[in-house]
């Protein structure tokens, strides 16, 4: 799933491109498309894009008016649509401009979970912004400590937590570990005030790690292409201290880490349980 680095960029582009052009007409071309009722999209039409934003993984096209928020979830895409064709393959949303240029939302596979919701009003107190933590590259030392203070978990569970902060996921989740040389099942609550700084460190320089590599190119890549010393990575050698990248396999995510780096040369069991294996 693209996360804060990727959206960010994204974002940019977009904005670069569209702002200032007014709306023509939006068109939902699946059922699960939009997710609102009220407002209807027709009250953004003939309002020019004020700006493409970001919040979490979220993108946000403001005609202020309304405001579009696209979730790309794992598969969705939000490109130029220079065909426009009635029935576009993967196709769950479009945006038709006045000067003729189109945006289409679309979704590889068969989940069909991305979709747009039509908001007025502040964004931030309506669904799916509503209750999102502040942003990842928002987040200073001090607002660090306090957030995990109060979340009694395991670290890449909180790391990945919307509620807790907005914007990481599970490739994120895994490089931040693997940096602050943090075991990804470590209790965030219970983290040393020199392992809380690790942390703070790594999650800056990893999201400005990727936020530099997208914004040097067109589009928005694809996980494989993104930088990285440990997500999807297992079997390889870790680039800091040379043992295998290894994994803990659940059925919706893995979790990649290093033995020497993180958890004292001990490997975690590959199960939901997570114990550690002498």
Known sequence: MPELPEVQ?????LDKEYAGTPLAKFRPITFTALKTAVPAPE??????LVFVGRRGKQLLLDFGTATFVVHLMQGGRLKPDEKQSLKPRGGVARWVFGDGRALLLTEAGTERK???WVVSGD???????????PDADQVDLETLRGLLAGHSTRLHGFLRDQHAIAGLGRRLANEICHRAKLSPFANASKLSADE??????AMSYCIAESLAYERGRDDMSSSKER????HHREGQ??????DKVRAVEYRAYTVNYCPTCQTGGKVLADNTTSKFLK
């Open 43 to 48: 009250v953004a039409v003939d309002h020019e």
């Open 9 to 13: 960029a994204h974002a940019e582009r």
């Open 196 to 201: 809380q700084e690790r942390l703070a460190e």
């Open 123 to 133: 964004p931030e107190t309506q669904e799916p912004l509503l209750g999102l933590g």
């Open 114 to 116: 991305a979709g747009v």
């Open 227 to 230: 930088p990285g010393a440990v």
């Open 237 to 242: 050698t870790c680039p800091v201290c040379g």
